[in-house]
């Protein structure tokens, strides 16, 4: 580290006393001792108990009086700076005279350009950590004193009746109902879960429903479990109408914030699928998957998933049997265990409708008419959809790898392949492909008035920053839209509505997400 000189430190001393300064000021040693008087360690290190950060500073400033010195600038040195200069001996002019070719730069702003970056970084590095350990530390959580209150959430009366208690086969057909308006949706991930919480947006926001949302993100802290407690505005006894954001379930939880009438409904997606997206969506921020060689790390995993995989690894449970653990189950447990049946059964008896992304139209029927809603309650547009460039095609070969990994989750899709089939078959084979047919109509419909261009496109070329979906990390793979520039007025609103994505939504229902959005701000920063 550079020291002054005996001779410049007492010419400083000098001038900050002529220039006005205190001559109390010291670094270290009792108040008011002169500089001249202090040892050049201690000029330069503060004393035990005091910051360094103001040894920086002071040193900066000392160098730049020294600068305005041996200008003779009046402003910074003092009315006698420049005479203090000129009648220094010639032989020490030289020292003056190289030293000032290093503080120029000084003077110039460079550290200040240094510090002001280094303190960006600090910021920024400092409040990254804080968002990881949220995301990776499940919160603390507090117990909430229940207090007597004249009823509970779970015993509250309802005029609508209650649905079936299990995904069993049912219709309401030919008889009429009510809209049914308190629903749990088990959102589950890579299952188009987004399109359907779009349609559940607009049908809460439509009848000014209650939605139990997250505090401070977009998910109930995930993949910790779900506990009452991270619900905004949540109080003993309150009841909602809908919650439907990623969770990990708990159903004792997810019940006593729900009238007993409400429906419970989830979507499946055929696991080897499943496992394609969420390995190339999860992969930057599994570890697991970092050490992986090769060119296609997928095929590389599959020919050996034991040889990388830990169940203990930082967001290990991405990479198997992930439909069974957002149920809140135990996904590396033995695919032949009694208890993987048992728990399949519980799901079925807790959830009124389990729907299958394969045969999306024909779910969204089957909701419509468990719900008793109107056809264009459950309009859509495909949200959250990758660009056709990253989406792996899994060869025979791929897709009975990646099966066999995720077997309970094959076990848990193949029992509720079952159950919806029956459901389609007491609905009406050919009054299903009527509804179908009508719904898929009324989408191009809409296709036509709302979306330039009349598809998706990438997220560089959407025009609305409003419009932008979230990305995964590190690239932008998720297609998104741009809304025509003219709608009839009776459209514009649903047309927007429609495609806002999930995010900007929740921020227009009042959904507190602060730790999402400077999770957002930090990764603009950083361009991931």
Not at 402 to 425: G, P
Request: with cysteine.
């Amino acid at each position: 580290m550079h020291q002054p000189s005996l001779i410049q430190r007492s010419r400083l001393q000098g001038k900050w006393r002529r220039g006005g300064g205190p001559a109390w000021m010291s670094f270290s040693g009792a108040p008011g001792a002169p500089l001249a008087a202090l040892p050049p360690s201690a000029a330069l290190c503060p004393a035990p108990g005091r910051s360094p950060g103001l040894r920086l500073h002071f040193h900066s400033l000392f160098i730049e009086l020294e600068i305005s010195a041996a200008r003779g600038d009046p402003t910074r040195g003092g009315r006698s700076g420049g005479a203090a200069a000129a009648a220094a001996p010639r032989d020490r002019r030289a020292p003056v005279t190289a030293g000032l070719g290093v503080t120029r730069m000084l003077w110039h702003g460079k550290p200040w350009r240094s510090m002001c970056k280094g303190l960006v970084l600090g910021t920024l590095l400092t409040s990254f950590m804080l968002l990881l350990y949220s995301y990776a530390v499940p919160p603390l959580q507090v117990s909430v004193t229940e207090i007597p209150i004249p009823f509970s959430c779970s015993s509250h009366l309802s005029p609508v009746q209650a649905p079936s208690p299990s995904n069993s086969t049912g219709s309401t057909s030919g008889w009429s109902c009510q809209p049914k308006l308190n629903i749990m949706f088990m959102k589950t991930h890579k299952t188009a879960s987004s399109t359907i919480l779009n349609i559940l947006f607009r049908f809460g926001e439509k009848h000014h429903l209650k939605f139990a949302f997250p505090n401070g993100r977009n998910d109930f802290y995930y993949p910790s479990f779900f506990e009452r407690s991270q619900v905004q505005h949540y109080r003993p006894g309150v009841c909602f109408n809908i919650i439907c954001n990623h969770m990990r379930f708990h159903y004792e939880e997810v019940r006593k914030l729900l009238p007993p009438d409400a429906t419970f409904v989830t979507v499946l997606r055929d696991p080897a699928y499943l496992f394609e997206s969420s390995f190339h969506y999860f992969g930057p921020v599994i570890p697991l998957t970092w050490k992986i060689s090769g060119e296609d790390k997928l095929d590389e995993f599959l020919r050996d998933p034991q040889h990388y995989y830990d169940p203990n690894g930082f967001n290990a449970h991405y990479l198997q049997n992930l439909l069974f653990f957002d149920f809140g189950y135990d996904s590396s447990m033995d695919a032949n265990s009694p208890l993987v049946e048992e728990h399949i059964q519980e799901i079925d008896r807790r959830f009124h409708l389990v729907m299958l992304l394969e045969y999306f139209d024909e779910s969204l029927v089957l909701l419509k008419d468990l719900l008793c809603w109107e056809l264009e309650d459950v309009l859509y547009f495909k949200l959250n959809a990758r660009k056709g460039s990253t989406v792996s095609r899994l060869t025979p070969e791929l897709y009975e790898q990646a099966t066999a990994w995720n077997l309970i989750d094959a076990k848990l899709y193949r029992y509720f392949n079952a159950t919806f089939w029956r459901k389609v078959e007491a609905y009406g084979r050919e009054r299903m492909a009527r509804d179908v047919a009508e719904l898929q109509r009324e989408n191009e419909k809409m296709t036509s008035i709302c979306i330039d261009g009349g598809h998706a496109v990438d997220a560089s070329a959407i025009q609305e920053s409003s419009m932008q979906p979230w990305q995964p990390l590190g690239e932008k793979t998720i297609l998104g839209y741009n809304l025509k520039k003219k709608i009839s007025k009776k459209h514009q609103k649903l047309c927007r509505k429609m495609l806002t994505p999930e995010i900007q939504y929740l921020t227009d229902l009042g959904a507190n997400l602060w730790i999402t959005k400077l999770w957002s701000y930090v990764r603009d920063f950083l361009k991931w």
